[in-house]
Every structure is written in C-alpha cells, then in structure tokens.
C-alpha cells in the first residue's frame, strides 16, 4: 500500500514534470527562431538604429565646429528644422529634386523597357553582345564612369564636341556642355540614365518571360498593334515588377550624390544647382554645421520614407499572397 | 559541459580584454614615439619638396631619438573633413598645415593650440611676412606658423611675345591688353588659342582687379559684415576683370583654374601666356621651358603692380596633439634652410630678412589682397558664391552689377550667420 500510495504521487509527479519540461521544451523550441535572429538584431541596433537615434538627438541640437571639439552640443529644440523650413534654398532645392527625380526615373524606365523588349526580339548572339555590354555598364565603378563622362564632355577638347562638329550638327569647338544649372544637371541625368539602364533591362526581361505567349498570340491574332499588345497584355502582367522598379528608382535617384558632385564639380556647386543629396553636404560638412545637417538628413529620411510607401507596400501584398 | 563552456567563455573575455588592453597600450606607446604631420600634396609634387621635408624629418628625429615623424598627404579639397573627423574622433595630427583662408574659422572654434608664448623661439618670428603671419592670428593670440606664401605671376612665350612685339615688362594693364590684342593678331587663327588663357571663374585672379581699382569683397562696420561687390569702385574692377578676359582668353567662362591646368594648355601651345602661381613655370613642358619667362600683373595705374591673391599655409597644433613635439617640427620646418629651399623653389618665404627686391616672385607680392577675416568666410568659398558670381558676368547671364549685388547679398548673410 504505502508502495501504491508512493506510486502515485510519482506518477503524478512525473506526469507534472514530464509537462513542465513539454511546456519548457515548446517555449525552447519556440524560442528559437528569436535566438537565430538576436545576432542580427544585434547588429541592426547597433549599425543602423544607434546611429540614427544620434542622428535625431544632433538634429536638436546646435552642433558646428565648437561643439565638435568639446563633444557636446546645445539643446535648441526645433531652431534647426525652423531654420530649413524657412530657407528658399531648401525649397528650391526639394522642388529641384523632385522634377530633376522624375526626368531620371521617366528615362531610365521608358529606354530601360525599350531595350528590355527589344533582346526578346534579336537573335541570340546579338542578345548576348547586347547584354554583355549592358554588364559591362553595370559593373563600371560611378567614380570612374563620372571621369569619362567628364573627358568627353570636356570644353578643352572633349570627344563629345568634336564628334558633332564632324558629323556637320554644328561648330561645337569649345562648347560647353556645364554653362548653365539647367545643362549641368543635364549632362547629369545622361550619366545616371546610362548607368541605371542595366538593372532595369535586366529586370524587366525576366519579367517578360513571364508573359504567355498564348494571351500575346491571341492579342495579335485579334488584330492588336504592338504598342496595344504591350499597354494591354504586357503591361498589366509586368506591372508588380515597374510598380518596384521605378520606387527603387525614386529612391536612388532622389538622394543622389555621387555623380553630380563630382561631374558638376566641388567648384561649380551653388544654390542654383543643389539637389538634396548636395545641399545635406554643404549645410552639413562643408559649413561643419552637423546639427543643421542632421535635420537635413531627418527630412530627407522622411521625404523617401514616403517615397517608398508603394515599395514597402507591394511587398507587404506580396509577403501576403505567398 | 557547463564548467567547460563557462570557462571557455571566461577565456574568450579575458582574452578580449587583454587584447584590448594591449591595443590601447600600444596606441598609447605609438602616441609618445610618434608625431603625425599632416602636408598638402603640394609637397609631395617635386623632388626639391620632399627632400626638404625628409631633411627637415632627419634633423627632428636626430634631436629626439625614438621619435618617429609619420608625414601624410592630404588634398585641399577633403583635408578639412578629414580633420573634422579627426576632432570628433580625438586623434588629431600633431602638426596640419592649413591654407592661410580656413585658418580663422578653426581658431574661432579652438581647434588649435595657443602658441603665443612660444612665438619668440620660432626661427624669424619677428620678421614674418605680416600679411601670412596675421592669418595665424586670433584675438591676439598666435595658432598659426606661417609655412609659405605663393607668388602669382603672368608665365609667358618668350618667343611669341617678341615676333609680335608684345611687352615682356608691361607697365600698366593698358599695355598688357594691347600686348594682347597684338599676340591675338597673330596666333588667333589657331583654333583654341589663348593670348592669355584664364580660367573665367578663377576668383584668385579677377578678385585683383577688384582690390587694383579700391574695391573689396566685404567690410565690417560696428561688428557686422557687409558685401562690398556693388561698391563703384568694385564694379570698376569687376569690368575690368570681363574687359580683359574678353580680350585674352578664350578659356571656358564657367571653368575654374584646375579644370584644365593653365600649364597643361600651355604646354599644348595653345596659350601666349597663363595666369597663376610662379611655381606654373614648372610645368609648362620640355618643348617650351627654354622659351617661358615670368612677369607680374601689371595695374591699371601705371607703374604699378596688381595686386596679388596672397595665398600661402600655415602649420598649427590642433588640439590633443604633443604640443612640444609638434612645435619642434615647425621650428625645424620652418628654419631659415627650410625657407631658403622654399624659396629656391619659386615660393615666397614666411620671412622678410630673405626678400630680394629684383626676385620676381617678390615684387609680386609687394602688393597683395587677403580674403575678410571672418570666421564664416571659408563658407562663402565653399558656397562658390565668386566663382558663381565672376561665371553669371562673363556669360552674360547677369550685368556686373546684378551679379555683384547677388554675391554680396549672400557673402553678407554668410559672414553674419
């Protein structure tokens, strides 16, 4: 007896601990999958959210040269997001951003699509010549491609000018191709255009290949022209792909920096020519005013934070479908 | 397996922090045994230059044994920033040299050592050139050794400027433009060709005919600063400057002075003459060295020379750097030798006991301008606001006066910020 009452308790003591170490066991295994990702997040903190939580703290504060030194700056609340807000600069230089964004992006999507749907027409050996050189594009580093673009647009003796003048456009001896905001940013544009081509090129193709031939076929057979059969067949199939394509785009383009920079050059940026990626630049570093630039650098986050709205939310559909 | 991994993991930090300990002992041993110098890459471009900063590196190292002198070589276009990050971060240079225009704004700001009790154990410190010395200055204390100044000089074809009779020693801007107009009647058939190539918005130049006719760039009146571009007798200069340019060169009137080099033009023969720093004479090639000599601006007041942009370096201690050791350097970097080689390289030196009246390079800068002496005054050269200015008169896109008012609307508000 005393052997059976002493069983039972066991019993229901194993039975207790053998749904404890079950209850622990899930939360273990359940656990897991935050353990694996700790490290990242670890390293996300610490890479990206620290940093920017100093970012919002300068941005409150005045902060130049004199607190630089000291390691400290001055609590101002919002005088460095007044002081933006207020400044013609700032708002000639968003709008400036804006309309120089949608030219880049309207380029390089419409010759980006262009060539896309001409390498699914040539033959196979012109497709490959074609996209070779595409990567060879792609893989050309910005600083290097900014100096060539530089050569030949060059006043002195630049290739660009001396082959219009021989092909009878016109005397371009000495022209030059930086005279006025509207042509720097011009020339800009071709050099971000012609770099940015490649990924969309790339992208879109893949995409193509999804498109039934059948529903082409049919369009066609119904008398459909080309450019119907791409607004009306093509198109709505690919338009998950241009809807990220073209918000990647805005993105890149909006905050650019390299290439204006050094093609305008550090002498010939103004006022007059600023896009938002220079005009953080010279408030910030070159007139070592970092809380102003700070601030800068919090609307410019909130200004593509909404600019990707449509990116974040086509993927989130996407997260949903799948 | 517990005791073991709590082990290995005790070993793991100890080692971390031994390793980190010995790192930052090591920094620390490196800091005393070591002097960091910060050069622009101005001397590191010719032989005679860095022979002279390894002579003047082997004479310190001989008076402090075990102290090595670790020279870097920086470019004017980034070096603030990096120094910038260097305040931040608390490893500064012991020794920086600094153009003598972005010197004020990081005085103002402490980023250097005083070294006002020091300044009599400086070699030649009373016979500075005042003009380069007064930028080392801030309320009356000193931060700044001056290193060099550069002359600016007409650098020009021998050859061509005697077939067309064009004066070698112009006495007034008058006869220099006619001499111009002589070599543009000529050599102007050649496409390209430049009786004078200037580069249209280099301001160092231009901004001498504005100071040659009594103009300036900004004044301060009861503490505050005011553009001065739209001043008459600024205006006189402005015009001057687009007269002559339009009767000298045919460079773009958006380009800036490195974009190409004078020299390089010059060297491709299509240039009379250039417009620049003396040391240009350097660098005009094989071909027309034999026949390249140097004059100075003359002004438009006969007799006279223009003045000149007044550029130079200067050498400070920023802060968190071995004061002593640094101050060494400069001493020695700044001897009387070390000034004699600067010297002898087509610089003016930082001391007036070594001016020859009949150097060229000298009489250049018997008359010279300096920028205002405004903290915020790097900024207006940051912003372009001259080079914006000088390319909006040359093209036309602005009258003088138009242009003149914009620049000093924004150099007023720049300096006042």
Redesign the interface.
């Known amino acids: 007896m005393s052997g059976t009452t002493s069983e039972v308790p066991d019993a229901a003591g194993a039975l207790g601990s053998r749904r404890r170490r079950s209850a622990w066991d899930r939360a273990a295994r359940g656990s897991v999958p935050y353990w694996l990702i700790l490290p990242v997040a670890v390293a996300m903190v610490a890479i990206l959210a620290y940093p920017l939580y100093q970012l919002i703290v300068i941005s409150f504060q005045k902060y ?3 607190e ?4 400290a700056g001055t609590w101002i609340g919002l005088a460095n997001y007044s002081s933006i807000l207020h400044d013609p600069v700032f708002w000639n230089t968003v709008v400036r951003t804006i309309v120089f964004t949608i030219v880049n992006v309207g380029l390089t999507m419409l010759f980006g699509t262009l060539i896309a749907l001409l390498l699914v027409r040539i033959s196979t050996v012109m497709r490959i010549l074609l996209t070779a050189g595409l990567m060879l594009v792609w893989a050309m580093p910005v600083v290097v491609a900014v100096q060539v673009w530089y050569w030949m647009t ?3 003796n630049g290739v660009l000018n001396y082959a219009l003048t021989k092909l009878g456009v016109g005397d371009f ?2 022209h ?1 191709w ?3 905001p509207t042509s720097q940013l011009g020339m800009v544009t071709s050099l971000i255009v012609w770099g940015a081509i490649p990924f969309i090129v790339v992208a879109v193709y893949a995409g193509l290949a999804q498109v039934p031939d059948e529903l082409v076929d049919a369009a066609e057979v119904d008398g459909a022209r080309p450019w119907q059969v791409f607004l009306d067949v093509t198109f709505p199939v690919l338009k998950p792909i241009f809807l990220i394509l073209t918000s990647l785009s805005i993105i890149w383009d909006f905050g650019v920096f390299t290439q204006p920079f050094l093609l305008i ?8 020519n600023y896009l938002m990626g220079i005009y953080l630049y ?1 408030e910030g ?4 005013d970092f809380g102003r630039g700070a601030a800068i650098s919090v609307l410019m986050l909130l200004m593509v934070a909404g600019l990707s709205f449509f990116y974040v939310r086509k993927m989130w559909r996407t997260e949903d479908v799948a | 397996m517990k005791v073991r991994i709590i082990v290995a993991a005790a070993l793991a930090i100890g080692l971390a922090v031994a390793a980190s300990s010995a790192s930052g002992g090591t920094v620390g041993l490196k800091a005393s045994k070591s002097i960091t110098v910060w050069l622009q890459t101005d001397a590191s471009s010719s032989p005679a230059w860095l022979a002279l900063t390894a002579a003047t590196n082997a004479q310190f190292q001989k008076d402090h044994p075990g102290v090595t002198v670790n020279v870097q070589y920086q470019t004017w ?1 980034s070096h603030l ?1 990096k120094f ?1 990050a260097t ?2 971060g608390g490893n500064t240079p012991d020794v920086i040299e600094m153009g003598n225009t972005e010197m004020t ?2 005085m ?4 250097f050592q005083d070294l006002t009790a020091d300044k009599a154990s400086f070699p030649n410190s009373s016979t500075w050139l005042a003009g380069l010395a007064a930028s080392g200055k801030y309320n009356g204390k000193l931060y700044g050794v001056p290193y060099y100044a550069g002359s600016r000089l007409i650098t020009y074809r021998t050859d061509q400027f005697k077939a067309t009779g064009a004066s070698t020693d112009p006495n007034s801007l008058a006869q220099l433009a006619a001499g111009m107009a002589k070599l543009n009647a000529k050599y102007g058939s050649k ?2 060709y430049s009786p004078m190539y200037i580069a249209g ?1 280099d301001w160092y130049f231009a901004l001498g005919f504005v100071y040659d006719y009594g103009g300036s760039i900004a004044q301060q009146i009861s503490g505050k600063w005011k553009g001065t571009l739209e001043s008459p007798k600024s205006l006189a200069g402005l015009a001057a400057y687009k007269a002559f340019f339009n009767v000298a060169s ?7 002075e ?3 080099n004078p020299y390089d ?1 010059y060297a491709q023969g ?1 240039a009379g003459s250039i417009e620049g720093p003396g040391w240009y004479s350097c660098c005009v090639g094989k071909q027309y060295t034999p026949v390249t000599s140097q004059f100075v601006m003359p002004s438009h007041t006969a007799g006279q020379v223009m003045p000149g942009f007044l550029g130079g370096s200067d050498l400070a201690v920023p ?1 968190g750097a071995d004061k002593a050791l640094g101050e060494d350097w400069i001493r020695d970097y700044t001897g009387t030798t070390a000034e004699k080689a600067q010297q002898a390289m087509g610089n003016i030196p930082n001391t007036t006991s070594l001016f020859n009246p009949a150097n060229v390079h000298e009489k250049a800068a018997s008359r010279s301008w300096f920028v205002p002496t405004s903290k915020n005054w790097v ?1 207006v050269e ?4 001259l ?2 200015m000088l ?1 909006q008169i040359l ?1 036309g ?1 602005l009258s003088v006066k138009q242009a003149a008012q914009t620049a000093d609307a924004n150099i007023t508000f720049t300096l006042n910020q």
């Open positions: 130049g040269l004199f630089l030194i000291r390691h060059n006043f002195e001896f000495h030059d930086y005279v006025t050059g550090e002498s010939h940026v103004s006022t007059s010279e570093y070159a007139k070592s | 276009g920033q910038d305040l931040a704004k990081y103002a700001a402490g980023a496409k390209g918005t045919r460079a773009s009137k958006t380009t800036d490195a974009h190409p033009v299509l802060i900024n940051n912003g372009n606001v080079r914006t390319a093209t896109k």
